[in-house]
C-alpha cells in the first residue's frame, strides 16, 4: 500500500503532528477542520453559521488539492461543542451536498481546539 501527504496553502496548516489529507487505497481521509481562516491564521467565530462555512471552506480546499469534490465523500464526522448547535450547523453542511448525502454522525464533545463550536472530518473515494 502507497500513501500520499495532500496539502494545501488554501487550507489551515496542521496545529499538530498530522496532515491535512492521506491518499491510500483509493480513498482520502481529511483531518478534521476547525474555522481557521488561512490567509490571517485567525477563527471564524462571529456566528456558527460563518464558522461552519469556514469549516467546509477548509474541507473544500483540502478536497480540491486532491482534485475531489464533496461529491466524493463517503463518510463525515461532525464534532460539536453543544448539541444545541445541530440545527444550525446541520443547515449550512447541507447546502455543499447534491443529494446523495455521506453517511455522518454528529457528536457533541466536552472541547474542541482552540475553543471552537465545530470540527468537521471526511474520508473521500476517489473513484466513484
Known amino acids: 500500500m502507497s500513501k500520499q501527504i495532500i496539502k494545501t496553502d488554501k487550507a489551515p496548516s496542521p496545529i499538530g503532528p498530522y496532515n491535512q489529507a492521506v491518499r491510500a487505497n483509493g480513498m482520502v481521509f481529511l483531518s478534521g477542520q476547525v474555522a481557521f481562516v488561512p490567509e490571517t ?13 469556514q469549516v467546509m471552506k477548509n474541507l473544500q480546499a483540502v478536497l480540491s488539492e486532491a482534485k475531489l469534490t464533496f461529491g466524493h465523500i463517503v463518510k ?23 443529494g446523495d448525502y455521506p ?10 481546539p482552540r475553543g471552537v ?10 473513484d466513484l
Open 41 to 53: 491564521g485567525e477563527l471564524e467565530t462571529s456566528s456558527i453559521q460563518a464558522e461552519t462555512h
Open 76 to 98: 463525515t464526522t461532525i464534532f460539536l461543542s453543544d448539541m444545541s448547535l445541530f440545527a444550525q450547523v446541520n443547515e449550512v453542511y447541507g447546502t455543499y451536498f447534491t
Open 103 to 112: 453517511a455522518r454522525e454528529t457528536v457533541a464533545v466536552k472541547g474542541l
Open 117 to 126: 463550536n465545530v470540527e468537521i472530518s471526511m474520508i473521500a473515494v476517489v
